[in-house]
């Protein structure tokens, strides 16, 4: 073998000593773990890791991850404001829709196509009623109800609700014909008390059709404390947000556009009637709107908000909640005023009401000659009584 020479070895050290580089580097890469086959973590992962890992040299910037938005505060409004409220709305709408079908039930008023709507909306009201103790006791201490109970509620809501709002339009369509079509609407008498009866079973149905997806997707979940009614679905947020869409639609806008096209020329037509009444009439019909507009907008308003925008600051999460828990009250108390917007301040309904006390005996032959009105003026009748109308109050 050739004796190696001075370059050669020098050589030699050099290649030996970076192969003995390598090989260390190599090694310790085995022994970092690499990030590969590990999804992309979130930010709330990130806290997480952070939190549980303190890394006294870390630099990155939290301020900006979205936290959770704590709503003790609005849970506890909540159980003392909606209870109170339900069962006040409760026993006002019970007392005045009991009246109005006491009335027609005692008196058998059955007549026009508006005796069966208003009694129809009587039943819808008094439906809608009934669900708001059940809501009470569970804001108040979870649902304690089952979850067939929570169906039904869900159902029978949904569709009192639904078919109210359309009977409500169907009586001011009921009335355009009454008094802006009189001529055809009395020589067609029979024919609108059929189609009113109609109507009304076809808007139950409907009614009960659109509740349908509350009846699917409603269940029991269960909570801290016990289990809570609600909607149950994989696409909740697609499925709230189908729903409350129709609604607005179906219980506010389209009932808004059909009473206020009808109230408007209903109007018009009274202003060139020559008759003593016809002023008051149209005050009836003005507070008829507003009283919609001002007890069904502020809540629509609200639903509308949370469904197109997505609120992530946590203070105006927390104020919609409220907003919507009070305006939402303030829409259940339609069920409270449509007796006497509807049927309380028309001239019969004070009629029958006090020949019914005097036949209880709660009422003196004095007292009914003052408080009733046997029989109304000609000049009154055609803004407070026609033919075709049990009173003409919207």
Not at 183 to 209: D, Q
Not at 249 to 265: A, D, E, H, Q, T
């Amino acid at each position: 073998m050739r004796q190696l020479q001075g370059s050669d070895f020098l050589l030699l050290v050099f290649i030996l000593t970076l192969l003995q580089v390598d090989s260390s580097q190599s090694d310790t890469e085995a022994s970092i773990p690499t990030n590969s086959g590990i999804s992309p973590s979130t930010p709330e992962l990130d806290r997480m890791e952070n939190s549980t890992n303190e890394d006294p040299f870390n630099t990155m910037d939290y301020s900006n991850f979205i936290e959770q938005c704590k709503k003790a505060d609005v849970r506890v409004f909540r159980s003392k404001f909606l209870p109170v409220m339900y069962f006040i709305i409760c026993f006002m709408g019970l007392a005045g829709n009991g009246l109005v079908m006491l009335r027609y039930l005692y008196f058998k008023r059955l007549k026009t196509g508006t005796d069966y709507y208003m009694v129809n909306l009587a039943i819808a009201d008094i439906v809608f009623l009934c669900t708001l103790p059940f809501w009470a006791v569970s804001i108040h201490n979870n649902w304690i109800f089952g979850s067939e109970m929570c169906k039904v509620i869900f159902c029978l809501y949904k569709m009192s609700f639904i078919s109210g709002m359309f009977l409500l339009m169907s009586v001011s369509i009921e009335r355009y014909f009454a008094i802006v079509q009189a001529p055809s609407a009395h020589r067609h008498r029979s024919k609108t008390v059929l189609i009113s009866k109609l109507s009304s079973v076809c808007i139950w149905v409907l009614a009960f059709t659109l509740s349908i997806p509350e009846l699917i997707n409603s269940g029991v979940l269960p909570v801290d404390e016990g289990e809570m009614c609600n909607l149950i679905s994989t696409n909740f947020y697609i499925l709230n947000v189908t729903l409350k869409i129709i609604q607005m639609i179906l219980g506010f806008l389209l009932p808004l556009i059909i009473m206020s096209l009808c109230y408007s020329m209903i109007v018009n037509t009274l202003l060139r009637a020559r008759n003593f009444e016809k002023y008051k009439a149209i005050k009836v019909i003005l507070t008829i709107v507003i009283a919609f507009v001002v007890f069904q907008l502020p809540y629509n308003s609200v639903m509308l908000v949370k469904t197109v925008y997505n609120v992530t600051v946590c203070t105006s999460s927390k104020n919609l909640d409220i907003a919507e828990d009070v305006t939402y009250s303030l829409a259940c108390l339609r069920c409270c005023l449509n007796p006497f917007l509807y049927a309380i301040i028309g001239v019969k309904f004070r009629n029958d009401m006090c020949k019914f006390f005097k036949d209880l005996g709660c009422l003196s032959q004095e007292k009914f000659a003052q408080w009733s009105t046997a029989k109304p003026s000609k000049r009154s009748s055609f803004a407070m009584d026609t033919e075709t109308t049990t009173t003409f109050s919207p």
